[in-house]
């Protein structure tokens, strides 16, 4: 029933986020950067579809599950279907076909109440920082920045954000997700708060080496109670899918948790930097807990393109652009949480990365990623340090 409903809304629908901010919409059908769809006659509605394929390739260089040293993953295959209505109201639904199973990532529904505001409901991109709202698509490494390890992907609630010339604000009230949590369920009957405002100060002054700074600043708080069958409590992995730090089975969240990230992006000409930073303070089995996160990440486009942070190169040349990736970062889980609270088999205190890439941008949707990461961990005083992980993934994606 589910995918015969899917596919009714497929023959239908699909996306028009290049029109979320415009007044206008075509008044013709959609193929190309904006979907497959159709558009209304009096040009004020639109459906249409986004299809996405990722495969990888995954290889440890050292130590590793021997099971899972090499091998293929295909890490995405599905669709995100867009309605804009009378210009005024939006709805999306993502979802995620890989693995025979259906997972649906984002669902929500927007209503435009002034040219500067929306009011959005449903399953959304948490929105605490810059990276965490850009499609994964955008993102320069195959996989986000250290410091968003300590974030949630999604969450469930409802969000006024909007854009005022240089200023873009998100106020969100959500049932409160932990980092790597789906963002569905609501353990409990709290909820989070989470704040976010994000400048382009220099975007009109025509000072070109300034024009893409951007400076932002999220925050979240709320009240996480756990039980020992759901304890609300993040499990962080390495860039190869390996858990380098979880709870105990007996430790639950029980109290306040905080989360502070500042954030920055610029570009200029082909070089494209982004650098954020996370706080967190997280009240586990009675303890307050508090973890720190930092990275930066800068894109070189070899062959002259424009770079935008955060952003897909679109290729200027019939052998497409090409792009050099390099990054660094640390996330460290407070002394607090051990050895009382945190599990004795893979906790670790602290990770540090260094990593690189270069990235093939074929065509406008059409990209291969090459990725490598240098990953080093450190143990709570009294443990043993877990052995350094090196990890290989190239990707595949496609978007149409």
């Known amino acids: 029933m589910i995918a015969r409903s899917l596919l009714v809304v497929v023959a239908l629908a699909g996306a028009a986020h290049a029109a979320q901010t415009e007044d206008e919409l075509p008044d013709f059908a959609v193929a190309g950067p904006a979907g497959l769809g159709v558009v209304s006659a009096d040009g004020t509605s639109m459906l249409a579809v986004h299809w996405l394929l990722e495969a990888d390739f995954r290889s440890f260089l050292t130590d590793s599950p021997e099971a899972d040293r090499d091998t293929f993953i295909t890490r995405f295959a599905g669709l995100r279907l867009d309605a804009i209505l009378a210009r005024s109201f939006h709805a999306q639904l993502f979802a995620n076909f890989a693995e025979n199973r259906l997972t649906v990532l984002e669902a ?10 929306r009011l959005r409901a449903g399953k959304f991109q948490f929105p605490i920082t ?19 390890l300590l974030l949630p992907a999604r969450d ?45 100060p220099f975007g009109s002054t025509g000072l070109e080496p300034l024009e893409k700074l951007g400076l932002g600043v999220g925050a979240s708080y709320g009240e996480h109670n ?22 105990a089975k007996t430790s639950v969240a029980d109290g306040p948790v905080a989360r502070i990230a500042p954030h ?34 800068g894109t070189i486009v ?99």
């Open 108 to 117: 929500w529904i927007e209503a435009k109440l002034a040219p500067w505001a």
């Open 130 to 148: 810059e990276e965490r709202l850009t499609p994964g698509t955008s993102l320069p490494f195959v996989s986000t920045s250290p410091a968003s």
């Open 156 to 200: 469930t609630g409802v969000q006024l954000l909007g854009t005022a010339g240089p200023l873009s604000f998100n106020l969100a009230l959500v049932n409160g997700a932990f980092a790597g949590g789906a963002g569905e369920s609501d353990g409990d009957s709290d909820k989070d708060v989470v704040a976010r405002v994000f400048v382009r």
């Open 226 to 247: 756990g039980t020992m069958t759901s304890p609300q409590l993040p499990s962080l992995t390495t860039y190869g899918g390996q858990v380098f730090f979880a709870y």
């Open 264 to 297: 920055l992006t610029w570009g200029f000409g082909p070089v494209a930097l982004y650098a954020d930073a996370v706080w967190t303070r997280e009240r586990v089995s009675g303890t307050d807990v508090d973890s720190r996160a930092l990275s930066a990440i």
């Open 302 to 400: 070899l062959t002259g393109e424009t770079a935008a942070p955060l952003s897909f190169v679109v290729p200027a040349h019939g052998y497409g652009a090409i792009a050099l990736v390099l990054g660094a970062g640390d996330v460290s889980v407070g002394p607090e949480a051990f050895p009382a609270l945190a599990d004795p088999n893979v906790a670790m205190h602290e990770m540090r990365v260094v990593g690189g890439g270069l990235n093939w941008y074929a065509a406008r949707g059409v990209a291969v990623l090459t990725s490598y990461g240098h990953q080093v961990f450190t143990a709570a005083p009294g443990g043993s340090d877990r052995a350094t992980e090196d990890t290989v993934i190239v990707r595949l994606e496609l978007l149409l």
